[in-house]
C-alpha cells in the first residue's frame, strides 16, 4: 500500500493517527483542573508540533543518512519565511503559491550554500554551513533591510498590491491567510464534559503537509538513493575507490533538507505572516540538531518525536513557576515547602533550558539512539517478558 512495506506501512499509519487525532491526544486533563496546564491541544503548539517535525524531518536526511551536520539550517527557515510573506504581499493570501515560492527560493538558496559548503565534510562543512548562516542573518539586518525590512521584520500592509486578492477586507482589515477561502487561524471547539478540544484549520492543513512530507521521506530512506547516502555515511573514500563521485548525491541530500527548512518556514509565516531575522539565527540551528539527535539521528519517526519533544519543554514546561510548584507541594510544612520549591526553582520556568539540557546529556549518555532506541529497548523487554514466562511455565509442568 502507497509503494510501503509492511513496517514503514505501520508507521507512517500510526504517525497518521496521532496527528489527527492530536486534538484528543494532547488534552488528557480537563480544563478546569489542575493540570490542565500540561495539555499541549491548543493550535498555536500543535502547529509548531508539526511545523518543526517537518524541519527536522528534512535536516535528518542530510544528517541522518549522509552524517553531515549542518549548523546553517536556519538560514533555509527564514528564506521560506521571507518567501511565502513577499507572495502574500505581491500576489494573494492563498498559502498554496506562498508555500511553493518557499520551497522553491530555499532549494535555489540551498544549491549555492551546498555547492560551497561540501567541497569540505566533517567540522569544516559545519562550520561554513554556520558561516552562511550567520552571514544571512546579519544581511537581513543591514544590506538587505529593502527586502526584509530588518529589525521590525517583514509583514503583510494594507498598501500591499495583491494581484490576485484583496488589499483589505470590506471592513478595512488586513485580509487573512487561507486555503481557497478556509481562513487558517480559524477553529471550532468542540465540549465534552469538562474537555474542551480545538480543531483547527491552519494545523490541519500543517498536519497533512507534514503527513505527505513524512512519506517522501519514507520514500527516500527505502530508495537506492538512500542506500547511496548511507554508503556515503559508512565511508565515503571506499565509495571514491569504486569510482563512484558522492558529491551530487550529498548536494542532492543537501538541497532536498533545504527545501523541507523553507517548507516550514512558509508554514510558519501561513499561520502567522510575520518574517523576521530571527528565525536565522544560530540558536534556531542548533534546536533542530538537537531534535533530530533527542529523537534518533537517522530514523523515521525519531526526528518527529525529538521536534515535539522539545517544542513541549519549550511551551508548557517553561510555564511552570514557584506559585505552580507550590501549590504542588501546599500539603508540606511552611518551612519545607519553600526548601522544596528553592530546590525545584533553577530547572522549571526560565530554567527549562537547564532541565533540558541535562536530559539531553543523559540520553546521549545512555541512549545513544535517541527517543526511539528507548522506545526499542522497552518494547523488547516487553517481548522477552512473556516469552521468559512461557519458557518457565513448560519447564515446571510435568513430563507425561
Known sequence: MFGLGKRDLTLFLIVAVMALFA????????????????????????????????????????????GYLSFGHAAFLGVGSYAAVWMFK?????????????????????????????????????????????????????VLTPITNGETGL?????????????????????VTNLFGLEMRSFETLNIGPWAFQFSVGYYVAAVIM??????????????FGMMLRAIKSNQNRLYYTGLNARPYTLAAFVISGMYAGLAGGLLACMDPLAGAERMQWTASGEVVLM????????????????????????????????????????????LEDLVVALIHPFVGKGWHLTLGLMFMLIVIFLPGGLVEGGQRISR???????????KSASTEPAE
Not at 494573494?92 to 551546498?114: D, H, K, Q, T, Y
Not at 503527513?211 to 537506492?224: E, T, V
Not at 523487554?381 to 519458557?391: H, M
Request: proline share 6%.
Open 23 to 66: 486534538p484528543f491526544i494532547l488534552n488528557p486533563f480537563p480544563t478546569d483542573s489542575g493540570m490542565a496546564q500540561f495539555n499541549a491541544g491548543y493550535p498555536d503548539l500543535m502547529q509548531r508540533f508539526v511545523i518543526f517535525g517537518i524541519l527536522a524531518i528534512g535536516f535528518n536526511i542530510l544528517f541522518g543518512l549522509t
Open 90 to 142: 505581491l500576489l494573494s493570501m492563498n498559502v498554496i503559491p506562498a508555500i511553493l515560492l518557499s520551497m522553491i527560493v530555499s532549494g535555489l538558496f540551498a544549491v549555492v550554500i551546498g555547492y560551497v559548503s561540501l567541497r569540505r565534510s566533517g567540522i569544516y562543512f559545519s562550520i561554513l554551513t554556520l558561516a552562511f548562516a550567520q552571514m544571512s542573518y546579519n544581511l537581513a539586518y543591514s
Open 292 to 335: 533530530t539527535i533527542l529523537g534518533g539521528a537517522g530514523t523515521l519517526i525519531g526526528p518527529v518525536l525529538g521536534a515535539g519533544f522539545i517544542k513541549y519543554f519549550e511551551n508548557i514546561f517553561s510555564k511552570i513557576n514557584d506559585q505552580v510548584v507550590h501549590g504542588w507541594v501546599s500539603f508540606l510544612p511552611d518551612g
Open 155 to 175: 509583514q503583510i500592509t494594507l498598501d500591499d498590491p495583491r494581484i490576485l486578492g484583496v488589499s483589505a477586507t470590506a471592513d478595512g482589515g488586513i485580509p
Open 381 to 391: 523487554r516487553l517481548r522477552r517478558k512473556p516469552a521468559e514466562d512461557d519458557a
Open 211 to 224: 503527513l505527505i512530507s513524512f512519506y517522501i521521506a519514507i520514500r527516500i530512506f527505502r530508495s537506492p
